[in-house]
């Protein structure tokens, strides 16, 4: 391993000496690893294995840490296998969310309900692998749904089971407060968002964990609601960019576009040969992160709604955010 190379290229990312030597040993461990068991990282489905495999021995040794999976994160950038990159990624996306529902739901409704939507239930380690996930999520959901009524779901759900800081939208606050007014923002956000995807066009980048082509572009410049949103008088219409578009615009099978469109970890893999047993109304935590910004921005609490998701058989993700009036009149 190239440890002097990783060692200066964590310390150019302003990485603490500390975090720097636990971040080189994850890598070390990692290359031992693949060389103990002759793996192979070069193509992307053999990497992904790898990582998977390499995570289940950091979960028994008590090693699966955030900043452990950030550590090979970095590391998969090193040295240019995105593969790698992706795949510990995607291990640690959205792993709170469980836990999440499970402390807010005690909070909300009560520890009695809890204990009996999560009876034999075990929430996966950090690290565990995504296929396990939609099983566990469809148990709960559909035991929560006969718990408590639709209402009482959705207030569980919509502020998003992510975690979510108010800090992390401050860039979008100061862009909307530059603009002037709601529609000056959009139009804004918009055109950032296509320059974005088009850098990792032409750099050869991942947009978070997805490549960028021509045919992503077109695609996202004539969803305007992708694009990063449209008004309509008090509400503000959103959808999702599939998240591995190239896969979603080449495929023809219903069932496969649904998988390559969704983004949640706790049901993409449910999706891959049909229908769900996850109920649609747990993607209002998705309709949650879509307003989070907004409630940023704004400084206080909004509603959001789901209007079509990949979950209940549509053809995309799409979210209604509700603004307030005095915003709209300075729109």
Not at 82 to 100: H, K, M, P, R
Not at 264 to 274: H, N
Request: charged share 30%; net charge negative; glycine share 6%.
């Amino acid at each position: 391993m190239d440890k002097a190379g990783f060692t200066e290229y964590l310390k150019k990312r302003d990485w603490p000496n500390e975090k720097i030597t636990e971040a080189v040993g994850i890598a070390e461990g990692f290359e031992s690893f693949i060389e103990r068991g002759d793996r192979t990282i070069d193509a992307s489905e053999t990497a992904c294995e790898t990582v998977i495999a390499f995570s289940k021995t950091m979960i028994e040794a008590g090693k699966n840490t955030w900043d452990n999976y950030v550590s090979l994160i970095q590391y998969g950038r090193f040295v240019g296998n995105d593969s790698i990159l992706v795949a510990a990624l995607e291990l640690i996306d959205g792993a709170e969310v469980l836990g999440n529902l499970y402390d807010r739901l005690g909070e909300q409704v009560g520890e009695a309900v809890r204990d009996e939507v999560f009876e034999g239930i075990e929430i996966p380690p950090l690290g565990a692998p995504n296929e396990s996930k939609p099983k566990i999520m469809g148990t709960v959901m559909n035991r929560l749904e006969k718990a408590v009524d639709p209402e009482t779901t959705r207030s569980l759900l919509n502020d998003s089971l992510r975690y979510l800081e108010d800090d992390w939208f401050l860039d979008a606050k100061r862009k909307y407060e530059a603009a002037g007014s709601i529609d000056a923002y959009l139009a804004r956000k918009r055109e950032d968002f296509l320059g974005e995807l088009e850098t990792h066009r032409d750099e050869g980048t991942l947009f978070f964990s997805q490549p960028i082509d021509n045919a992503v572009i077109d695609y996202v410049r004539r969803h305007p609601e992708v694009e990063g949103g449209v008004r309509d008088a008090t509400v503000i219409y959103e959808a999702k960019i599939p998240h591995q578009a190239i896969k979603f615009l080449a495929s023809t099978d219903p069932a496969e576009k649904a998988h390559h469109y969704c983004h949640c970890p706790w049901v993409k893999a449910s999706l891959r040969e049909g229908p769900s047993e996850i109920p649609p109304c747990f993607c209002t935590c998705s309709a949650g992160f879509h307003k989070k910004p907004y409630e940023v921005i704004f400084g206080r609490p909004l509603k959001a709604e789901v209007l079509e998701t990949v979950l209940a058989g549509d053809p995309w993700c799409r979210f209604a955010i509700h603004i307030p009036e005095d915003v709209v009149q300075k729109a």
